[in-house]
């Protein structure tokens, strides 16, 4: 399938509300118009939906009324009710013309489009041509009609075009639409594509190297919105939901690698991978929820154990970082709310899945402090002391018993090695190391929890006298590699040591103490621009440690907010 068809496709796929209103101004702006006014829910617009200032079709500048209309344009939606494209237009005639035509642009010729993102019908071909004769002649503007053909066509010019997404680029475009049913593989495709994007050559002048990179964030924007859809279609998410997860990560370097922060168009396509990413987790999540509030329904999709565990805690994870990021990145009070009810998922998935007090995995210590700042977001501290006194006491037991302790390895055949008394196939000592013992000891400061530490520091740690407990802390490169699972595991230094201090007070001194030369977290880029949260993001992404400084920070602003 051509990339234009692909593009037809999906935005046939568009509602009027929210998504085709949505995605006009993104594709008007690369088309070098500048939008005067955007759809407004509640507001009377007199005809109007959209209003734009950009050169017509020869290129000289005019002022571009758009009508927007989602599907086929047949005899009811051009001339039934009030919300009919001729009642728009006697709109227009009657009152946007004469009143709210800017003073700016009160000379420039005028445009007034009728969109759709479907076809006209031919049945009413001939009576839209007569009356837009007529509108023409009265009002001296001209019009237009596009539908979904001509949006696909703008979009693949100016938002994919073959500079941005040359042949090798829509290859792995329509491989990551054409395996979307199997999630790692186009997963795999799209990060390669989103990479490819962002890492492309921009060469000319000042101008022309900030219009090839804009155009770049935006055909990762598109092409993310595209697998979104077809993943809504195919009834699988999984790959639409971390491709979002990377585009956003790779976004957020590739943006402070030029230092184009402070370029207004480019922190508005940055936004749009943020709601990308926002929405998609948010379906997944919703899809999910039946099997967060039903016990043990996890059990029933996977037949072995260890297996539901794993899935437990990365929906424990992936629920708390979403959490995070509507409290920390949405002001108003939905970002709360929101927080509230993903709280509220994480509470019922701990109580409906009793593995939840039981990793098998030591890297499930960055899903365990991402839930537990997940709670806290969400007003759940009463759930997160509750989980921490199960988490550490269950340490216990699972470390007497010794084949249940978590395995420093990550391999999920060294696990089942591991539990069946064997050797591990890779060799991995599987005990060796623990993120696990100090960040339960980490959140047992932060939530107060005395009697959590004095049982984690005087009976569970003493009992791993043959693993070295380790914790990390970023250095100035922090945020220059959150896109990059090599570069971010290879970053920074590593705290280790062999006993935890059964004083409190004295391991919290330990973790306020930096190696020479440690940045602030405060004066880490993503965190200083308001998206501290990033640095949680990367983590989940990579399964590699979430920073103490940070989740202390977080937990900080947490409360703050």
Not at 28 to 36: F, K, N
Not at 188 to 214: H, V
Not at 315 to 341: H, N, P, S
Not at 396 to 401: D, G, Q, R, V
């Amino acid at each position: 399938m051509s990339i234009r068809l692909i593009l037809e496709e999906y935005l046939g796929m568009m509602k009027e509300s929210g998504e085709l209103d949505a995605f006009l101004p993104e594709l008007l702006t690369a088309m070098d118009h500048a939008i005067l006014s955007e759809p407004q829910r509640g507001v009377r617009q007199f005809g109007v939906d959209l209003v734009s200032r950009g050169p017509d079709g020869s290129g000289a500048q005019s002022l571009h009324l758009w009508i927007l209309k989602s599907g086929d344009i047949d005899r009811a939606s051009w001339n039934s009710g009030n919300q009919s494209i001729r009642s728009a237009l006697v709109e227009i005639e009657d009152v946007y013309l004469r009143t709210h035509v800017p003073p700016a642009e009160a000379a420039l010729p005028t445009v007034v489009h009728i969109l759709t993102n479907g076809d006209f019908r031919q049945e009413v071909d001939l009576e839209i041509s007569q009356y837009l004769h007529t509108f023409c002649v009265k009002t001296g503007a001209r019009t237009e009609r596009e539908n979904g053909s001509v949006l696909a066509r703008w979009t693949e010019q100016f938002l994919v075009d073959e500079h941005v997404l040359p042949n090798e680029f829509r290859s792995l475009f329509r491989k990551t639409l054409a395996m979307v049913e199997n999630p790692d593989t186009s997963y795999a495709q799209a990060r390669a594509l989103i990479e490819k994007l962002l890492t492309n050559s921009f060469e000319g002048s000042d101008a022309a190297r900030r219009k090839g990179r804009l155009r770049a964030l935006r055909a990762v924007l598109v092409a993310n919105k595209v697998l979104i859809r077809w993943a809504e279609n195919a009834g699988n998410l999984d790959s639409a939901y971390r491709a979002c997860e990377f585009a956003l990560l790779k976004g957020w370097c590739f943006i402070a690698e030029i230092n184009l922060w402070d370029d207004k168009d480019v922190r508005q396509v940055f936004a749009g991978l943020f709601g990308d990413f926002l929405s998609t987790s948010a379906a997944f999540c919703s899809k999910l929820e039946p099997y967060y509030t039903t016990e043990n329904a996890f059990a029933a999709f996977y037949q072995d154990n260890l297996l539901v565990v794993d899935r437990v805690f990365e929906e424990l994870g992936r629920l708390g970082l979403l959490a995070c990021a509507y409290r920390l990145q949405i002001k108003d009070g939905t970002g709360a709310l929101g927080a509230r009810r993903l709280a509220d998922r994480i509470v019922a998935l701990l109580e409906s899945h009793a593995v939840s007090g039981s990793p098998c995995f030591d890297r499930q210590s960055v899903d365990i402090s991402l839930a537990m700042l997940g709670l806290l977001a969400g007003g759940r501290s009463d759930a997160a002391i509750a989980w921490l006194g199960a988490l550490v006491k269950r340490l216990e037991i699972a470390k007497k018993i010794g084949r249940f302790t978590p395995i420093s390895s990550t391999s999920f055949e060294d696990l089942v090695a591991v539990r069946s008394g064997a050797e591990p196939e890779t060799g991995v000592t599987p005990f060796a190391t623990s993120t696990l013992v100090p960040i339960l000891g980490i959140w047992a400061t932060m939530l107060r929890h005395d009697a959590a530490w004095e049982h984690l520091a005087n009976i569970v740690a003493p009992a791993f006298s043959e693993t070295t407990f380790n914790l990390w802390t970023p250095d100035d490169t922090y945020g220059a590699v959150l896109a990059s699972e090599v570069s971010l595991g290879a970053s920074g230094y590593a705290d280790a040591f062999t006993e935890l201090p059964k004083d409190k007070s004295k391991f919290q001194s330990m973790l306020g103490e930096s190696p020479q030369g440690v940045p602030n977290i405060d004066s880490i880029d993503f965190v200083a621009r308001g998206w501290p949260w990033l640095g949680l993001l990367a983590s989940r992404h990579w399964k590699l440690q979430v920073s103490h400084s940070l989740i202390a920070m977080l937990v900080d602003q947490i409360a703050a907010s």
